[in-house]
């Protein structure tokens, strides 16, 4: 987990409301990505960026926005529009080495609903 | 289309004797394949990755895994688990056709081990 902090540990959402997730970096990594983890479900991908100011969805971005306005950090906004936002969120980062790149994690942050 | 299957959602060892978590792939260029651990509401941390070269790749906390080209397998193993080893182990491979960042992460395997 060294290296990538992910604020706060636990996080209540009432209904409507968007809740933002932080996630700070220093290690100078290029790329970060958000996942969203349910169990039995593995890790799904909801945004990545690979570079300050640009990011990219991933396989489930409905109901959820991002900013990179800083390489070090990446924070995930869940809008009222995600109806079902219960689930442990992770995010990561890695240097950009193209298929072989490694992904390194924060510790996590469980978002539960009200 | 690329996937990934860790076909035992439970793996049971006892202290002492190897353990092997077995993982699957298909893609359509050269594998990357990494194994992660996570602990009880703790994010994914990094054991070993398969990039190219030796077959038995040697990872974090005495883990190693082993790459077959012919079976697209990826095993986790240990010669002696520990009990501090019970965590959710996750297999991921990206390939190395087209720009493709994203990994593609299998559903994971719980492994306990017993005292």
């Known amino acids: 987990d060294g290296g990538i902090t992910q604020s706060p540990k636990y996080l209540f959402r009432k209904e409507g409301q968007n809740v933002t997730l932080s996630c700070e970096q220093n290690l100078n990594h290029d790329a970060m990505y958000w996942y969203r983890q349910d169990p039995g479900q593995g890790l799904r991908l909801i945004y990545y960026s690979q570079i300050v100011n640009d990011f990219q969805k991933g396989d489930i971005a409905e109901g959820y926005s991002v900013s990179r306005e800083k390489k070090e950090s990446f924070p995930l906004t869940v809008t009222s529009a995600q109806k079902n936002p219960t689930a442990f969120y992770l995010c990561?980062?890695?240097?950009?080495?193209?298929?072989?790149?490694?992904?390194?994690f924060g510790p996590g942050t469980r978002l539960l609903v009200l | 289309a690329q996937s990934v299957a860790q076909p035992e959602d439970q793996v049971n060892v006892a202290e002492g004797n190897p353990l092997t978590v077995k993982c699957t792939y298909s893609?359509?260029?050269?594998?990357?394949l990494f194994w992660y651990v996570q602990y009880p509401n703790r994010g994914l941390q990094f054991l070993l990755k398969?990039?190219?070269?030796d077959n038995l790749v040697k990872g974090s906390y005495g883990f190693e895994a082993e790459f077959n080209k012919s079976q697209t397998s990826f095993h986790l193993k240990k010669p002696s688990a520990l009990v501090s080893d019970s965590a959710l182990y996750f297999c991921a491979v990206r390939d190395n056709a087209g720009n493709n960042r994203k990994l593609i992460w299998g559903l994971g395997t719980s492994l306990a081990v017993n005292p």
């Open positions: 398969y990039i190219t070269g």
């Open positions: 990561a980062s890695s240097i950009l080495q193209g298929a072989a790149e490694t992904q390194y």
């Open positions: 893609v359509s260029g050269n594998p990357y």
